[in-house]
């Protein structure tokens, strides 16, 4: 089978993905910059799969071959605000440095735009001192537009956040 992000496939999580989602998912290292904590079981999981993954609109499993090594989701904005989505996305550490997350969001980043077209911007809050995820946003295409001082809280701790953008008429880099 073939290893490398190329051989990366996107789709809808399925419960049949609670023990790969619970081996990166339970892992601090994985969800430090995320606003949900690490998931503890293979119940935990599977209630979020079910509850939250599968019925969210644009939550997509990043897979290689049929396990599920992260996700990467588009929540499209309502009413006046149905021109932009945010995106997030994570990777289980094991493969972090090697290009999945960036692939994986190039690949949501083309799809979203197709699959919506009043989409005209994505954009991405990203915690200042998450360096690895601001470079994925970068090789994708986004552009940093400024820093949002105490913007966000994650974990208790009210942090600085850059802001990211990738516009419809934008390239999509790679």
């Not at 049949?16 to 293979?42: E, I, Q």
């Not at 939550?59 to 992260?70: A, E, F, K, N």
């Amino acid at each position: 089978m073939d290893t490398s992000p190329s051989a990366i496939t996107l789709r809808p999580f399925e419960l049949s993905d609670a023990a790969d989602f619970l081996s990166w998912a339970g892992d601090d290292r994985v969800t430090r910059y995320l606003r949900w904590d690490p998931v503890t079981s293979l119940e935990e999981a599977e209630w979020y799969l079910r509850t939250v993954a599968i019925p969210h609109p644009w939550r997509r499993s990043i897979c290689l071959g049929d396990r599920s090594i992260g996700y990467v989701s588009v929540k499209r904005g309502s009413g006046d605000e149905r021109c932009r989505a945010h995106v997030g996305y994570a990777v289980g550490a094991e493969f972090w440095g090697r290009g999945f997350a960036t692939a994986a969001l190039r690949m949501a980043a083309r799809r979203a735009f197709d699959e919506m077209p009043e989409l005209m911007r994505l954009e991405a809050f990203v915690e200042a001192e998450n360096g690895g995820s601001q470079r994925v946003l970068e090789k994708v295409g986004f552009v940093k537009e400024g820093l949002l001082r105490k913007y966000g809280i994650c974990k208790g701790e009210v942090r600085d956040m850059y802001v990211y953008s990738l516009l419809s008429t934008d390239e999509v880099l790679g």
